[in-house]
């Protein structure tokens, strides 16, 4: 018997057959049994973010459309349908610290993996971590009450002076993902792997910050309770928008 014949009849190697063996005829029974689909479809947004109807996010106006140039960042993104827009409050004083919002929406049809989140992203883009807090948002959507997770985090500049208010910052999320609400990386992936026999998944990060210009050339930031009352009257504009015209009706 050559030695090459050999290799294939030592117990470690046919103990390694068996096993792959068994585990291709689990993985054909799990599919046929339970109809899970590994390789998810294609779940096209009802209409493009790009397309987004200003006029519909009134008393906010769209001051500007920022659009990300490095080719390398969209790629760590993971997509192209995503909206980066300055907008205003025009209801509230022209000093406020909420007069001003970066709304960050991104959307994936097909996908693969959760996204970055704020807290990856700052701190590694030189900020420090302060805080973390769950909060959740109520919002009528067509008459329907809708409760929203969200994640609030404070952010500083790294080797900043905590009590520098100037210094510090604030960032809020969600993710609306398979036709539910999350604020982690966690449950969004949970809600992604939960639809096993589905043939679609998708899900959607909606992120935003207050600010505004403050009179030494930097920016001026909201208290707590100022980011979560302008965080309300925001969600209740924007989620509705982004239900009816954007985001897939999940439950067709």
Known sequence: ?????????????????????????????????????????????????DNLDEKK?????????????????????GTNDYIQWVIEDMDVPADSAVRKCVLFVTYYGLPDRVPHVPEECYTGSGHQQLTSENETFEVNNEGNKVKIPVRSLVFGKINSNYWQSSTKFSISYFFKVNGDYTNSREDTRFALNKNISGKHSYFSKVEWKFFNNSGFGGEAYPTKDEAIKASQKLLTIIVPVLEKEHWPDWEK
Not at 27 to 48: D, H, R, T
Not at 61 to 69: H, L, S, W
Not at 70 to 75: A, H, R
């Open 1 to 49: 018997m050559s030695n090459n014949m050999k290799i294939y009849l030592q117990p470690s190697f046919l103990i390694c057959t068996i096993i792959l063996a068994i585990a291709g005829s689990s993985m054909s029974f799990a599919i046929k049994k339970f109809g899970i689909v590994f390789v998810k479809e294609l779940l096209p947004i009802k209409k493009s973010l």
């Open 57 to 77: 996010l009134t008393p906010y106006k769209v001051m500007a459309k920022e659009k990300i140039e490095d080719e390398e960042i969209i790629k760590v993104l």
